[in-house]
């Protein structure tokens, strides 16, 4: 990377999907650990809730979040791209985590329970053991949907702060030349990564092919 302008939206784009990665990763494994244990009438509507975003476009949610910040909270960009990304990926962290709880048994954490763990070492000791693929399953496709974000980042991005996605459109605006192709493959190939190691984490057949819950 010898342009400076993509050199910096990469590293803002790395830093972002980080930053998201993080946040997504943990409140999706509360969330869905919460969720396992409603009973099935509450459980379903709260991760039809939760999963909701995604079947929204990403041009209305980042217009919307333009409009909300603009309007109430102003904030820094970076901020704001933050806020945007975790809404489309909490859903992911959530329903992979929730497929990786489907295969824990209960009686392992209640076990613990009678032998005098309390519920935050059953949690640590039993519970985050066993769903840790699942965890990792949703953080990988936090990660890749952050970095590939155009939508979102559209709108929240400002003349300091972009991603790489976002800048290569830019680019494309003004001229097309062999740095954004390179630009572009060098984003596909991370995807691809990340797709290969999900795979060997979890399964894509898995994580693709099977609902929430089994039966």
Known sequence: FNDAYLWSAFKTSLLLATAATMIAAVVGALGALAISRMSPRWRDLVTTTFLSPLVLPGVIIGFALLMFFSAFIPLPAFLKLIAGHLIITIPYTIRMTLIGLTGIKETLREAALNLGANELQAFFTITLPLAKNGIAAGAIFAFAFSMDDVAISLFLSDFNTYTFPVALIGLMRSKFDLTIAAAAVVLMALTVV??????????????????????
């Open 194 to 215: 990340l797709l290969f190691v999900l795979d060997r984490v979890l399964g894509l057949e898995r994580v693709i092919g099977q609902g929430i819950y089994r039966a």
